[in-house]
């Protein structure tokens, strides 16, 4: 018999019109991919300002190549959770209209969602910084496995970088757009797996909530959007998410 929470979350999900989800790290940890700010999170071991900004990259590649060599077996290996899966089914039984991910793992669209907006970029695809060129991930780590750590431009010679957002870069614009036109239409905002800390993408809920719309929060951790949601669910994504799809099948 699902709790009271669960049940909850299952009679908003039912009895709204537009859902949409927002997922972070915290979604893909029970995928093997660490999180950020969490107990074992990536910023607990590097300095987001020695590998996390697009300056650091630009001024110092092969430390953020070495390093991100030491974490893509992760995110290559990985494979959608529970928690990615049951996102999926929701949509497919028309209950989410779309999934905002700041993940760049692509298990959302692995674990069969459709309509997936990622406003940090994703790790399928690599840009030249100076003319833009588009170059493959497989480009990008047979270079760094050969021990180029500054992957060059096959056409213009400028340094290569993955298609993800570091701090100091604009959001993709189509992304970021869309992101912000689902806050501002939906009914009920579902958050699973995010500290809501980074902007722009931590002001979604604000705008759901200054329409007097619903949200929802699925996380280990309180947010600073917690006193503000109709539910914080405490715990895994992974366990909590299947439990919310089987008690909607229920109603
Ligand atoms: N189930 C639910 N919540 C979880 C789980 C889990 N299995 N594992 C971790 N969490 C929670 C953590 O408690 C934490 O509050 O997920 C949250 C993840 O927060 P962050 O690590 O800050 O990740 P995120 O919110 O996605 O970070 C946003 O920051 O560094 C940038 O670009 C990076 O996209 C990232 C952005």
Known sequence: MPNEEILGVAKLINESKRVVVLTGAGISVESGIPDFRGPDGLWKRFSPDKVGTITSFLSNPEDWWKIAQEIAPVFFN???????????????????????????????????SKNVIEVHGNVRNASCIQCKKKHSIEYVVSEVGKGNFTPQCTECDGIVKIDVVMFGEMLPEEAISEAYRLAQECDLLIVVGSSLVVYPVAA????????????????????????YADYHIYGKAGKILPQVVEALKEI
């Open 204 to 227: 979604l809920p604000g705008m759901v909530l200054n329409r007097g719309a619903k949200t929802v929060i699925i996380n280990e951790e309180k947010t600073g959007y917690t006193k």
């Open 78 to 112: 990985a494979e959608p959770n529970p928690g990615h899966i049951a996102i999926a089914e929701l949509e497919k039984m028309g209950k989410v209209e779309a999934i905002i991910t700041q993940n760049i793992d692509g298990l959302h669209q692995k674990a069969g």
